[in-house]
């Protein structure tokens, strides 16, 4: 069992910035990791991914503003997020999936980030 807690969140200008973080109780070297967000009464969506801790793929409205990486030793994933809009706000979710045995698959609890106009 990992244990994923974000952080990180919070209210920001529209053009501003933030860093959310996900640390995680175990190692997570063998884990595929991501972020996900939930706007208000919209479905859970992938915004960043990473495999092997080489690949990664962006959602195509964060793409060139929206950085995710990874500190195996410090099990740690980040998600460097630049020129917010408004449209980002939501609840962003840290996801881990075994890269071996995809039933091990874990979620935080969520950050809150909101963008102001």
């Known amino acids: 069992q990992v244990m994923l807690v974000e952080s990180g969140g919070g209210l920001v200008q529209a053009g501003g910035s933030l860093r959310l973080s996900c640390v995680a109780s175990g190692s997570i070297w063998n884990f595929n990791v991501a972020w996900y967000r939930q706007a208000p009464g919209k479905q859970r969506q992938l915004v960043a991914g990473?495999?092997?801790?080489?690949?990664?793929k962006y959602a195509d409205s964060v793409k060139g503003r929206f950085t995710i990486s990874r500190d195996n030793a410090k099990k740690t994933v980040y998600l460097e997020m630049n020129n917010l809009k408004f449209e980002d706000t939501g609840v962003y979710y840290c996801n881990a999936v075994n890269r071996f045995d995809s039933a091990q698959e874990y979620w935080g609890q969520g950050t809150q980030v909101t963008v102001s106009a």
């Open positions: 990473m495999t092997g801790g080489i690949s990664t």
